[in-house]
Every structure is written in C-alpha cells, then in structure tokens.
C-alpha cells in the first residue's frame, strides 16, 4: 500500500474508532472493486459494492466475507468477453 495511503487509511480506522485493515484486507478490496468495476464496465460499481462488503462484513471473519462478496460479485457481473 502506498505510504500516503496507508496513512489515511489508518488514521481515519482510528477516528472512527474501528480496527486499522490488514494488508490481506486491503488486497481483498481493491480485488472486490476490480471486479465490480471490470464485471459492469462503470467504475463507479467498485465504492458502491465496497461499501455493501463493508457492511457485510462488519462484526464478523472481514477476509471470508470480502471473498465471499468478491465472488457473488463476479457471478452476478462477469467481465466482458473479448
């Protein structure tokens, strides 16, 4: 992760007074939002189904949720065939 984002990342974890993502938690997004956003072909996908993980997610094992929305994601929006 990128110092500058590593940084807000985890200052704004602790403003919100939540646990700081792991390094495997961060991968496991920014896969999630690839896949929403290369499975629709509109990037705007990626926050919006980050977010639905996000409250997913909440309370319970983050990695297994954030693959598990990962992969309904991918079902239900596969990527363009060339």
């Known amino acids: ?17 939540v646990e700081a993502l792991t390094p495997v938690e961060v991968e496991s ?10 499975g629709t072909g509109d990037r705007t996908s990626a926050p919006l189904v980050a977010f639905l ?4 997610a909440a309370g319970g094992d983050r990695v297994a949720v954030l ?5 309904r994601t ?7 065939r060339d």
């Open 29 to 38: 997004i920014l896969s999630l939002a690839g896949v929403a956003a290369h």
């Open 53 to 56: 993980a996000g409250l997913a």
């Open 74 to 80: 991918g079902a239900l929006a596969p990527p363009p």
């Open 67 to 71: 693959d598990d929305v990962r992969r």
């Open 1 to 17: 992760m990128s110092e500058k984002r590593a940084e807000l990342v985890e200052a704004l974890a602790k403003e919100l007074g």
